[in-house]
Structure formats: structure tokens, C-alpha cells
């Protein structure tokens, strides 16, 4: 232990950590009902608009693109590729997804919102990258931007960059097993609630990202402390909203196709 | 043949009903649509092909597909390219090369590769092989493939005359070409 004090070459994690202290934090009870009058199972309302960007000029680069909100939550992505890679592999493309929030996108405006803007770049890429049919591109590589417009609620915002995005690469016409949906729900008053706005803050929320016609989870990722049994069942309860959610993307492809 | 557009992941149909076309793919015995396109049921033997296209923004060279390029440098070993387009889809920024062993078929000792492009032509050509990490390799070795389109030294477009030659439209000098037969 006393080699890890005088170690200057790396750099040392602290002497002595412990686990942090999850304070459930005091909400109104769930029975009272949802402050913009929503079900527990309702989602806010979607809209998403596939080729935004792409479709107006010929000349865009970007190969696919796409708009989508939900409630008070607005994402805009594009989609660039397949082209060619800086370090190409010859079986397969790299995919990469760059998320970033706008300045303004938070409560509180700030040039960089968060610190973990990278980490959620690498979980998206390692969450929607396996719906895409890499090795049908070998030597290049296709590249995702976000940019969230506005925010609401954070595990909500994440669900809806996946969707985002699924429906740009879907427009750019990049080949895909299937189009990856996603939905988020939040714990409280040992209840799973869908799609938690900033309000609703939850001790403990859950997103599923889900491929349904080839029935497979792309990602989970949970936020907070919980049992095993309620985790389960709040993952089961989003696999099905994720079904609906569904539904509304590939309608949204259809009519950009039209 | 009925049209209908369908999304990613859609199913299509059994694949021992179905043959699967391009834009689809085969699991556990199904077959999926892989892109956002129109939905197609071709006959063939022995069973009938599903597919489904689009018109596609941008491809990438593949092997045995035939593409337009642009000369960008040429060294006694190779001519590196600037792959424009692929079959009949633009294509972005991929690098081709065509080694002096690939211009021609015949007597390819006695080839060389400033009397066969020069930076600046535009030549068709076809793609080998996925190449090395930089670029495709590329060949022009029928007789269909090579220079479509070059400027002479004083700055005028210049055409064919034979598949070694080509001559400039104002000032009639000859260059030499190793040129696509077009006609």
C-alpha cells in the first residue's frame, strides 16, 4: 500500500473508497396521479421525422438523418457513410456514435453539459452497433452525430436517442437486422412508471433498448438500487412499451419514404 | 409483383418458400428485410426471389463492381485514384489503386504507367480485390476499361483514336493513353 502513495506514474484511485449512500428522495405519492396527466403506462407523444437534413439538398453529405421528439425532448441526428475509414478493417465498418448536448439543452445552460458525454457515446455506439449489418461494409466507417436539442428527464432522453438514431441509419439506408427501439421507466413507490420526465426524478429507472421483430435486447442500463425481482419485471414491462414505440418509428420510415 | 415499403426487420417470408435478395437476410429459417426500400417478389427458378431496394445515396466498391475514378498520382509501380463513382452510385472518398501489372492484359512487362494515365484522367475501371489499408486495387486490364476522359497538355479535351492513342481536338497532337473502348 505504501507503493501506491509514492507512485506518481500513475495515476492512483483514492486510498480508501465506499459504497455511495442511495437517499431515496421524497416524491408525491404515485396514487396522486402524474403532474401533465399521464397513465403510468403512457408514454408522452412521439413525433419523428426521418430525412430532415439529408433530403433538403442533393449535395449533403450526410447519408441519413432524422428529427424526433417526444413530450419536451428534441434530437436531432445524421448520419455519415459508409466512407472510408482511417483505420480500416477489412471484415467490417467501425461504427461510431458522437452524442453531444446543446449548450441549452438542460435546466442549466453550460457549453459542456455533462461529463459523461463520452461514456454515452461509447454505450450508444456498443448499444445500436450491433443491430447494423457491419460486415456488409468492410474498410469503412459510418458515423452517428446527436445532438439533443432539448432535454427532460435524463434515462428518457437516453431512449430517445436511440430511437433517433435507429431511424437516421434506417434513412440513410445503411443495412440493419432491425430497427432498435428503446423506452425507459422509473421506480417509485415500488411502481414501474414509463417515461419519466425531469420532474418525475425516480431513485431508480431502467432502459431497455430492443430489436422486436428478432426478439433480442440490444442494451439495459439501470440507474439506482434495486432488487432483483423488481429489476426483472421492470425490464419485461419495457421490452413491451418498447413494442409500441416500435410501431411509431417504423410508421415515421414509411411516410419518409412516401 | 406487388410493391410495399417495409422498414428494417420486417419479416418477408420462409426461406424455403423464398429465394433472399439483396436488401434481405436469412435467420432461423425466416427472412428479413435488412433496409428501409420497396418490397419485391421476382420469379425465378427455383423459387421466387424477395428483395428489397432503394435508390441508394452511396456504395462502396466491391469486388467485381466497375467504377469511375480520377488519376490523382502516378509513380513507376502504380496509379493511385480517386474512386467518384461505383456502377451507377456515387461513392465518397475512397482511394483505388491500379498497379502497373493490372493496365493491361497483354505484354504487361513492356507497360508503362505515364503512357497509360496521367493525373487528371478520368478512367473506368474495375475492382480486384479489397486491397491494402490505404485503397482498393483496381484493374484495367479489358478492353472496356481505361481512360474515358483526359486534357492534353495545352488544356483541351481530348478523344480516342485507337486504344494506345489519344489526340487533342484543337491542336490535333497525339498523346498516349492506354484508352476504354467506347465505341
Not at chain 1, 127 to 142: C, D
Not at chain 1, 150 to 166: F, H, P, R, V, W
Request: net charge neutral; glycine share 6%; proline share 5%.
Amino acid at each position: 500500500m505504501s507503493g501506491a502513495v509514492n507512485d506518481r506514474r500513475r495515476i492512483n484511485g483514492p486510498a480508501r473508497s465506499v459504497e455511495p449512500i442511495y437517499t431515496p428522495t421524497v416524491l408525491d405519492s404515485v396514487a396522486k396521479g402524474r403532474s401533465d396527466g399521464r397513465g403510468l403506462d403512457h408514454m408522452r407523444p412521439i413525433y419523428a421525422k426521418a430525412g430532415p437534413i439529408s433530403d433538403a439538398q442533393t449535395t449533403a453529405s450526410a447519408s441519413g438523418s432524422a428529427f424526433y421528439e417526444q413530450g419536451s425532448i428534441r434530437i436531432s441526428c445524421a448520419v455519415y457513410g459508409p466512407r472510408s475509414a482511417r483505420k480500416p478493417n477489412a471484415r467490417r465498418a467501425h461504427f461510431v456514435c458522437d452524442f453531444q448536448y446543446a449548450p441549452f439543452a438542460c435546466s442549466k445552460r453550460s457549453p459542456t453539459q455533462s461529463t459523461d458525454e463520452h461514456e454515452t457515446s461509447l454505450w450508444l455506439s456498443n448499444t445500436v452497433g450491433p443491430a447494423i449489418r457491419l460486415e456488409m461494409y468492410p474498410k469503412s466507417s459510418i458515423d452517428a452525430y446527436v445532438t439533443v436539442i432539448e432535454s427532460d428527464g435524463k434515462m428518457a432522453t437516453l431512449a430517445a436517442t436511440i430511437n433517433c438514431i435507429s431511424l437516421a441509419l434506417a434513412d440513410a439506408g445503411i443495412e440493419m437486422y432491425d430497427t432498435v427501439a428503446a423506452c425507459s421507466m422509473g421506480l417509485r413507490d415500488s411502481q414501474w412508471i414509463v417515461d419519466c420526465t425531469h420532474q418525475e426524478n425516480a431513485e431508480c429507472s431502467v432502459l431497455v433498448a430492443y430489436m422486436p421483430s428478432v426478439d433480442e435486447v440490444t442494451g439495459v442500463l439501470q440507474t439506482g438500487k434495486t432488487t432483483l425481482e423488481v429489476h426483472e419485471q421492470g425490464v419485461q414491462l419495457c421490452t413491451n412499451v418498447c413494442v409500441r414505440v416500435y410501431a411509431v418509428i417504423c410508421r415515421a420510415l414509411q411516410a419518409s419514404v412516401e | 409483383m406487388s410493391t410495399e415499403c417495409v422498414t428494417p426487420g420486417r419479416r418477408l417470408g420462409l426461406a424455403n418458400e423464398l429465394d433472399a435478395g439483396p436488401g434481405t437476410y436469412v435467420r432461423n429459417g425466416m427472412i428479413y428485410a435488412s433496409i428501409l426500400g420497396t418490397k419485391s417478389t421476382s420469379e425465378s427458378l427455383p423459387k421466387p426471389t424477395v428483395q428489397v431496394t432503394r435508390s441508394a445515396k452511396f456504395a462502396i466498391p466491391t469486388i467485381g463492381s466497375h467504377v469511375l475514378a480520377r488519376v490523382l498520382r502516378i509513380n513507376p509501380r502504380s496509379a493511385s485514384v480517386s474512386i467518384m463513382m461505383v456502377d451507377s452510385t456515387p461513392c465518397k472518398d475512397f482511394l483505388g489503386t491500379v498497379r502497373v501489372q493490372d493496365i493491361r492484359a497483354t505484354e504487361k512487362d513492356s507497360v508503362r504507367v505515364h503512357t497509360s494515365f496521367r493525373p487528371g484522367d478520368v478512367i473506368r475501371a474495375e475492382v480486384i480485390s479489397l486491397g491494402d489499408q490505404r485503397s482498393y486495387y483496381l484493374s484495367t486490364a479489358k478492353d472496356e476499361f481505361g481512360v474515358v476522359f483526359a486534357q492534353s497538355v495545352d488544356g483541351n479535351a481530348m478523344v480516342p483514336v485507337s486504344w494506345e492513342e489519344m489526340q487533342d481536338t484543337k491542336t490535333q497532337c497525339v498523346e498516349k493513353r492506354k484508352c476504354a473502348k467506347t465505341f
